[in-house]
């Protein structure tokens, strides 16, 4: 006969721990916290995990999924503290956002963040970030052929803030906002400025070049054409610097296939830029390609620029279709509003909460219309901040920049 010792199981580890004020808000989080590990997980308060993180019983944790909303943000500090000793134990962290301005996630993914997934959860999005988190990272190297040495693909050791800048329709201030976004942060620091990058993934009508009056490079087909063969040297001399200030990678010279390159190429332009700079500013076509879904994983935040007029309403409610029922996350995509009413215009601001409430998005960025001087100012091939300074729409994408940067900007000062 078998003991009662036999027949008594172990205790299964605690592999997880969601991190929120209050667990029962988020009960998505729970169905799927419950659907991917079973009972190997429990919940912290925020005031509770920093302690729990010092014990023994936290020695067996793989990751946190931290959850927030936007009535949490004036814990930012606690949050952050949080991260840093989760990272200390390498414990990955997932956050769970609904609501949280974008200056907030910048913060919380540069303090340590290693995913983001909105709330409410998309299907089947937190087991997706939980195998990323886990999976362990490859090597970036070559196999070495005909005794050569592996020739290592360095980066630069950086880790920037990825921005896609998606207009909704054609003609709606995507490619403005996207260029000025980037001379903003830019030029935010005047003692240690932000590396910046701008990438024009328009490759076939791409304006940046014409908005900066740059050339375009010719060795940007052959840099698109073998990007396995890519390393910093070479798409580094693939940018154009504007100014000492800004980085360019323009659309190149002729237009090219749009099969010309794949997800894989997306991803090593990205991975290479991201290694290279602090924030990285993509204008994407307005065209949804093979590779957009890769752009939009990447990125930490996604801007979709669009105007009060069916074109985009129709349009955002295509996209917004097309991702869900491939179960991409939709609710990634921060929404800008160009050309918005002034904030006098009480029948403006009606329509604007209409077309927010039939299309079932928060639209969190208004654009004022800069008039006539801004199409000026970019056929003269200048930046707003340099050619209109006290124009309207540039001191709106200036504050966008602030926010975005607030927090890297308040720990140089600090430094």
């Not at 076939?204 to 087909?221: A, C, H």
Request: with cysteine; hydrophobic share 45%; glycine share 6%.
């Amino acid at each position: 006969m078998m003991s009662s010792a036999v027949l008594q199981h172990e205790p299964q580890p605690i592999v997880a721990c969601t991190v929120s004020r209050d667990v029962q808000i988020f009960d998505l989080l729970i169905e799927d916290m419950e659907a991917a590990l079973g009972e190997q997980w429990g919940d912290l308060s925020f005031d509770d995990a920093i302690p729990f993180l010092a014990q023994p019983d936290a020695a067996s944790l793989k990751f946190l999924t931290i959850a927030m909303d936007h009535e949490d943000e004036d814990r930012l500090a606690l949050i952050t503290e949080i991260i840093a000793g989760a990272k200390a134990k390498n414990i990955k962290v997932i956050l769970i956002t609904e609501d949280v301005s974008p200056a907030a996630l910048h913060n919380l993914l540069r303090e340590g963040g290693d995913e983001f997934v909105p709330y409410p959860l998309p299907e089947n999005e937190l087991a997706r970030a939980i195998e990323r988190v886990l999976t362990p990272a490859e090597t970036m190297s070559v196999a070495p052929t005909d005794g050569d040495a592996p020739r290592k693909k360095s980066g630069g050791g950086k880790n920037g803030v990825i921005m896609p800048v998606h207009g909704m329709s054609g003609g709606i201030g995507a490619t403005t906002m996207a260029v000025n976004l980037a001379w903003e942060l830019a030029t935010l620091e005047k003692v240690e400025a932000q590396k910046v990058c701008l990438l024009d993934f328009d490759f076939q009508f791409g304006t940046t070049s014409t908005y900066l009056d740059l050339p375009r490079r010719e060795n940007i087909v052959e840099l698109l054409g073998d990007t396995e063969s890519m390393d910093s040297e070479s798409f580094l001399h693939a940018l154009t610097p504007y100014e000492d200030k800004l980085h360019v990678l323009t659309a190149p010279f002729d237009m090219i296939p749009l099969d010309l390159v794949g997800p894989e190429d997306i991803q090593r332009i990205i991975d290479l830029a991201a290694s290279h700079f602090d924030y990285v500013v993509i204008d994407m076509p307005s065209t949804m390609v093979e590779w957009s879904q890769t752009v939009l994983d990447a990125a930490h935040v996604y801007f979709g620029v669009i105007e009060l007029d069916m074109r985009s309403a129709q349009n955002t409610l295509r996209m917004k279709r097309a991702l869900q029922a491939e179960d991409l996350p939709f609710d990634k995509i921060r929404f800008v509003l160009n050309r918005a009413p002034g904030f006098t215009d009480l029948n403006g601001k009606a329509r604007i909460k209409r077309l927010a409430d039939s299309l079932g998005i928060s639209i969190e960025v208004l654009l004022p219309d800069g008039g006539k001087p801004v199409a000026q100012n970019a056929d003269h091939g200048l930046p707003l901040g340099a050619g209109l300074p006290k124009n309207a729409l540039r001191k709106e994408i200036a504050k966008l920049a602030k926010s975005v940067h607030e927090v890297g900007a308040s720990e140089a000062v600090q430094g």
